[in-house]
């Protein structure tokens, strides 16, 4: 009886876990989505619709939720101060209420460490980059063999006769 118990415990265990990974899982589609938007306009905020969002979440990540799924999901973020949300509406023509699209805020306190990540990003990149003047100007074999000579290596003649073969294919 103790092992069957013993069982059931693991086993809520191990689901619990399994849900709450996939709570981080679409939480996480979400935040990404909405700060691809946004960055892809060079702004802070955005506005796509349920659908939108519920569509570019399964085209991006492979994560298929409902409508109510994703309003939870919001909700949650909104709770944990990652997003900010303002419902949009005007009083129509006719005299009625018309919603318009949420706008959502991506709060700094997510924004930060993703701009200091692509900073540092930014950085390494510059450090790595080799100028096109440099990388066009090793065209020649004697220019090969000179830049190889420099690091303290030769260059085998096939491997120089591959190369220009490449370049002069391109």
């Known amino acids: 009886m103790q092992c069957i118990e013993e069982k059931s415990a693991v086993t809520i265990k191990q689901k619990s876990k399994r849900f ?22 060079g702004k802070s905020f955005c506005y796509p619709s349920q659908a939108k969002l519920i569509l570019l979440i399964e085209q991006w990540h492979g994560i298929s939720m409902s409508r109510s799924t994703l309003n939870r999901r919001l909700a949650e973020l909104v709770e944990e101060k990652c997003l900010h949300r303002i419902r949009r509406h005007k009083i129509g023509v006719s005299g009625k209420l018309e919603f318009w699209t949420t706008v959502y805020y991506i709060l700094q306190q997510v924004l930060a460490p993703v701009k200091r990540f692509f900073r540092s990003a930014v950085r390494v990149a510059e450090v790595l980059r080799v100028s096109n003047r440099k990388q066009h100007s090793l065209t020649t074999k004697r220019d090969l063999v000179k830049s190889s000579e420099s690091d303290g290596g030769t260059v085998p003649l096939d491997w120089i006769k591959d190369f220009r073969k490449q370049l002069s294919a391109a």
């Open 20 to 41: 709450k990974d996939h709570h981080l899982e679409q939480k996480t589609a979400i935040l990404d989505t909405i700060s691809s938007l946004a960055s892809h306009f």
